[in-house]
């Protein structure tokens, strides 16, 4: 039930891109995104809503495709900030504010 | 600023065991958030609550209960701590609809032994 992140880790010089993808099994109302640097708390990246409006991070973007229950977020000109895990979150229900989260992806930048 | 507290950082606790793990967030959120998480699986929904005394369950709540007695205080009960509890703990808070970013704790990194 777990939505899958794909791949599992990702390693960059800094200035790289980067795409961390995350699809579910049930169909999705919203896709949050939250990194975690390690030895922290995962902090708010972006909202991606069904029907398109997109809430967070200047530098960072993302893409929901509902009929394939997908969203992909873009890491271009990766700095060394960018270092963490990432994770999706699912909201699939109209009557709930519960996220499902997926597995993280680590991403580690280096100079 | 966003706060929220969890009452320890380090936790280290017998088998048997009753364990309170709190929570306080100071931004009068409706919503809060229990999760566990370990290495390669994540976070995992354990409780969440989104109105005093009012809960539901996760996607893992066998062996815990919750208690919101207060809108800003949430807490997270193992009633017989066993080892395979041994994890991170962190909690969320936010405000309610779905469309809002969730604020995580720092997490309190309890032991079973």
């Known amino acids: 039930q777990q939505p899958v992140q794909s791949p599992q880790a990702v390693i960059l010089r800094e200035g790289e891109d980067a795409v961390i993808n995350c699809s579910s099994s049930?169909?999705?109302?919203?896709v949050h995104w939250y990194r975690q640097k390690h030895g922290e708390a995962p902090v708010f990246l972006m909202i991606?809503?069904?029907?398109?409006e997109q809430k967070g991070h200047e530098k960072i973007s993302a893409s929901f495709n509902e009929k394939k229950q997908q969203s992909s977020l873009y890491l271009t000109a990766s700095q060394l900030s960018y270092s963490g895990t990432y994770f999706c979150?699912?909201?699939?229900?109209?009557?709930?504010?519960?996220?499902?989260f997926g597995t993280g992806t680590r991403l580690q930048v280096f100079p | 600023d966003v706060k929220v507290t969890q009452s320890s950082r380090y936790l280290v606790k017998r088998t048997g065991e009753k364990v309170f793990l709190e929570c306080v967030q100071d931004?009068?959120?409706?919503?809060m958030f229990w999760y566990r998480q370990d290495p390669g699986l994540g976070l995992r929904l354990i409780y969440f609550?989104?109105?005093?005394?009012?809960?539901e369950k996760g996607d893992i709540p066998e062996g815990y209960s919750v208690s919101r007695e207060k809108k800003e205080r949430f807490s997270l009960i193992l009633e017989s701590a066993s080892t395979n509890q041994t994890s991170m703990y962190l909690c969320?808070?936010?405000?309610?609809?779905?469309?809002?970013?969730?604020?995580f704790g720092p997490g309190t990194r309890l032991t079973v032994l």
């Open positions: 969320a808070s936010s405000f309610a609809h779905k469309t809002n970013e969730q604020f």
């Open positions: 049930k169909a999705l109302y919203s």
């Open positions: 991606l809503l069904k029907g398109g």
């Open positions: 931004m009068d959120h409706e919503n």
């Open positions: 609550s989104y109105d005093v005394k009012m809960k």
């Open positions: 979150g699912t909201g699939s229900s109209y009557n709930t504010d519960k996220l499902i």
